[in-house]
């Protein structure tokens, strides 16, 4: 048990189209990190969250962001999708019990048709 | 930035044979942690080890920090160990984890 759901597990959209992730992470996870998962690759990093402040980002464009809410849930938003963002989304809590484990969620994938 | 590399890329194993996964990294290291990665895409924590070794059942993992590598041994292989095995590693707490490329294991029964 991490600790850390994501939802929805499956979503389709169309290229163009917005899309808003969800994470929930249990209390002791201030940072909440976002990553992307192509296939056949290993995660690639986003952008992290702590205390509700982004305070890293990967090499991703602005048309990726994100929230992170004082109830330690948080989203990743994407515009304008493009059919390279088809992928698996992982989210990722750390800090619980003091540690830098970081735990991960089941994922989003994502498919842009 | 931090470099990650496994190998092998592949690994096939009859069941109950034992294999060695490595992991190799680029600079010093704040946090190292192996991951199994379920047919499902669910990242499951086997261990967190930036140095010294530890044991868990039938996985074992050594880190040698002044060398820069990571072993992942597995033991009398099952045909659910399958799946990919991730090394990931990050500079400091507040950095963000670097993924290797993984090792896709398949036991076969």
């Known amino acids: 048990e991490t600790g850390v759901t994501q939802s929805p597990t499956h979503l389709i959209k169309t290229r163009g189209q917005q899309v808003t992730l969800r994470c929930s992470s249990q209390?002791?996870?201030?940072?909440v990190s976002w990553y992307q998962q192509a296939l056949g690759q290993g995660p690639q990093f986003i952008f992290q969250y702590y205390r509700e402040e982004e305070n890293g980002r990967g090499n991703f464009p602005p048309r990726f962001s994100g929230l992170q809410f004082p109830n330690y849930s948080s989203e990743l938003n994407v515009n304008a999708l493009e059919l390279d963002d088809s992928a698996l989304y992982l989210c990722?809590?750390?800090?619980?019990?003091?540690?830098?484990?970081?735990?991960f969620g089941p994922g989003t994938r994502l498919t842009v048709l | 930035g931090i470099q990650v590399e496994q190998s092998p890329p592949d690994l096939i194993l009859q069941e109950g044979a034992n294999s060695t996964l490595r992991c190799n990294f680029s600079?010093?290291?704040?946090?190292l942690q192996w991951f199994h990665q379920n047919p499902w895409g669910q990242l499951i924590n086997l261990f967190y080890i930036p140095s010294g070794t530890k044991q868990n059942g039938r996985l074992s993992a050594t880190t040698v920090a002044t060398e820069r590598y990571s072993l992942l041994y597995i033991s009398s292989s099952q045909t659910t160990d399958s799946g990919v095995y991730f090394c990931a590693v990050d500079y400091s707490g507040n950095t963000p984890l670097v993924f290797g490329k993984g090792t896709r294991l398949s036991v076969i029964a």
């Open positions: 209390s002791g996870h201030n940072t």
């Open positions: 990722a809590g750390r800090g619980r019990g003091g540690t830098d484990t970081q735990y």
């Open positions: 600079d010093s290291v704040n946090n």
